[in-house]
């Protein structure tokens, strides 16, 4: 068995490495022709104001309520207006992602853009502007029942993630490493429909072979002839 894996590795293992160059390289290629792309990430304290269980809940259940606000196209308009920035509502919209992180009692704001300083500018004006809209609501409410809402750390730093060659290379690396096995077994698995030693046939057909008849080699052949 050892001697039959061996024989596959030897006489398909060019395969392997084939698959693995033209898909590493190919994936490394593609990184090339994706535009660059930048994220920046801010977080947005939601603390209550006191140390009270029901108002710690029902904070928890409000910030769900904050992320849906933040999510609309009037929003997005404020926030464009604000920042003086050059885009659509909608692509705004589509470019941030807003979560809530009841455990710790935080919003996270991520933008993403081509430009990093634009990235950066969308995640903090829409922080700023949920910070000043908050203020101001809390600000007509009794202090005990208030609700802190304060920027974290307004110093981010838009990251760029995409593309990334090395990555993308080890994820195509991988998969020419997969199709390359599954060609070399779909070649095993044709070429076993052939009975071509005499174990194969006493593992196909379960018969003990008493003799196989030589194949006479092209000179012989021809002596014979003669």
């Given amino acids: 068995m050892i001697q039959e894996y061996s024989g596959v590795v030897r006489r398909f293992g060019w395969i392997l490495i084939v698959a693995v160059i033209l898909a590493g390289s190919l994936s490394y290629g593609v990184s090339f022709l994706q535009e660059e792309m930048y994220r920046a990430t801010i977080h947005v304290s939601t603390v209550p104001a006191r140390p009270d269980w029901g108002l710690g809940n029902t904070a928890k259940e409000l910030m769900r309520n904050f992320v849906r606000n933040l999510r609309t196209f009037e929003v997005a308009e404020e926030v464009i207006a604000r920042a003086q920035l050059d885009m659509h509502p909608s692509d705004f919209l589509r470019l941030t992602n807003i979560a809530s992180e009841p455990s710790t009692f ?89 009975l071509r030693t005499p174990d194969s046939v006493e593992r196909t057909l379960d018969l003990t072979v008493l003799g196989a008849i030589p194949v006479a080699s092209s000179g012989s052949a021809s002596k014979a002839e003669g």
């Avoid at 609501?137 to 809402?149: F, G, P, S, T």
């Avoid at 990251?159 to 090395?166: D, E, F, K």
């Avoid at 290379?169 to 096995?181: D, P, Q, R």
Wanted: glycine letters at 6%; charged letters at 25%.
């Fill in 106 to 194: 935080t919003i996270e704001i991520e933008a993403r853009s081509r430009d990093k300083i634009v990235s950066e500018t969308m995640a903090l004006t829409l922080a700023d502007y949920f910070v000043d809209e908050r203020t101001a609501y809390y600000a007509q409410q009794d202090k005990r029942d208030r609700i802190e809402v304060k920027i974290v750390s307004r110093v981010i730093e838009g990251a760029r993630y995409q593309p990334q060659p090395l990555i993308n290379t080890m994820a195509g690396a991988v998969l020419g490493f997969l199709l390359g096995v599954g060609l070399i077994l779909l070649i095993v698995w044709i070429e076993s429909g052939f």
